[in-house]
Antibody
Framework: EVQLVESGGGLVQPGGSLRLSCAASGFTVSSNYMTWVRQAPGKGLEWVSVIYGGGSTYYADSVKGRFTISRHNSKNTLYLQMNSLRAEDTAVYYC????????????WGQGTMVTVSS | QSALTQPASVSGSPGQSVTISCTGTSSDVGSYNLVSWYQQHPGKAPKLMISEVSKRPSGVSNRFSGSKSGNTASLTISGLQAEDEADFYCCSYAGSSTFVFGTGTKVTVL
């Protein structure tokens, strides 16, 4: 079964760091484009970052320089390292697979909640 | 990277059709046929409903259809059913390997 399972969310103080994980099954992370999308409480979806099969990475302006997307090929897992966290980063973070042809996000994880608060 | 503009809410009676607009700019929606639509029920992950403006993934009802004209994309739900009540988001490739989502639309079945 094709599936994505996120983990690593939690409560962190402003200025702190957190690393989210997204374990894939049924397909190979390194052969696909993968992305992170977040949703603040009661708000809409916001695109965060993408990593291409070749390893190139891109970010939304709101997280550039603070977040890093990466993957571990042997663990078939996607990561999002989040540093210098702010209250406005509080959100449910979803990982998703990106269809390379359509640029649509065709497989989604269930999400993991990140709360940035003192 | 400004969000695409969607109406906050649309509503319709069972069996009716509703259309959700998604307005962007010539840098995103207007430049690429890479608009997708997602349905999100409360507390759930989004689900892909339409890709490449008008293509339905396998398993998505043919009651959902998409189109685009200029800088505005649209999603139409025909034969509205109770289970269609959800939030809907458009998303467009925005160039330079970035993406932008719409503001979201709540669909209410009266």
């Amino acid at each position: 079964e094709v599936q994505l399972v996120e983990s690593g969310g939690g409560l962190v103080q402003p200025g702190g760091s957190l690393r989210l994980s997204c374990a894939a099954s049924g397909f190979t992370v390194s052969s696909n484009y993968m992305t992170w999308v977040r949703q603040a409480p009661g708000k809409g979806l916001e695109w965060v970052s993408v990593i291409y099969g070749g390893g190139s990475t891109y970010y939304a302006d709101s997280v550039k320089g603070r977040f890093t997307i990466s993957r571990h090929n042997s663990k078939n897992t996607l990561y999002l390292q989040m540093n210098s966290l702010r209250a406005e980063d509080t959100a449910v973070y979803y990982c998703a697979r990106v269809n390379e042809v359509t640029d649509a996000f065709d497989i989604w994880g269930q999400g993991t909640m990140v709360t940035v608060s003192s | 990277q400004s969000a695409l503009t969607q109406p906050a809410s649309v509503s319709g009676s069972p069996g009716q059709s509703v259309t959700i607009s998604c307005t962007g700019t010539s840098s995103d929606v207007g430049s690429y046929n890479l608009v997708s639509w997602y349905q999100q029920h409360p507390g759930k992950a989004p689900k892909l409903m339409i890709s490449e403006v008008s293509k339905r993934p396998s398993g998505v009802s043919n009651r959902f259809s998409g189109s685009k004209s200029g800088n505005t994309a649209s999603l139409t739900i025909s034969g509205l059913q109770a289970e269609d009540e959800a939030d809907f988001y458009c998303c467009s490739y925005a160039g330079s390997s970035t993406f932008v989502f719409g503001t979201g639309t709540k669909v209410t079945v009266l």
